[in-house]
């Protein structure tokens, strides 16, 4: 599976983006997805997931409320809402996938095999 993020740019705080990750392949169905992110001089962390169904989703704490992960199986595709969007949420944003993450999995990296190369969010102030 190869995954291809996009939609990042440059927003004001309280503003909105939706990230997309494009997946190749005709797997993308049965596989659990997350989101990532980077900000600079961190470490990468957990952002959400979604299982393959898009059925249970889960958050990470300082989000909940303002993002929304889903997906679209029928598009080899997966989405990150962002609303309400916050200077602290400026980072590299990752789409990760794996089929072990099918029904749920741990908020860690190292469950997901597959990655896409990011897209930078920047918010400012």
């Known amino acids: 599976v190869q995954l291809q993020a996009s939609g990042g740019g440059l927003v004001q705080a309280g503003g909105s983006l939706r990230l997309s990750c494009a997946a190749s392949?005709?797997?993308?169905?049965?596989?659990?997805m997350a989101w990532f992110r980077q900000a600079p001089g961190k470490e990468r962390e957990f952002v959400a997931q979604i299982d393959s169904t898009g059925g249970r989703t889960y958050y990470k704490d300082s989000v909940k409320g303002r993002f929304t992960i889903s997906r679209d199986n029928a598009k080899n595709t997966m989405y990150l809402q962002m609303n309400s969007l916050k200077p602290e949420d400026t980072a590299v944003y990752y789409c990760?996938?794996?089929?072990?993450?099918?029904?749920?999995?741990?908020?860690?990296?190292?469950?997901?095999?597959?990655w896409g190369q990011g897209t930078l969010v920047t918010v400012s102030s």
């Open positions: 990760a996938g794996s089929l072990r993450c099918a029904y749920y999995c741990n908020p860690s990296r190292e469950e997901y095999i597959y």
């Open positions: 392949g005709r797997t993308f169905s049965t596989y659990g």
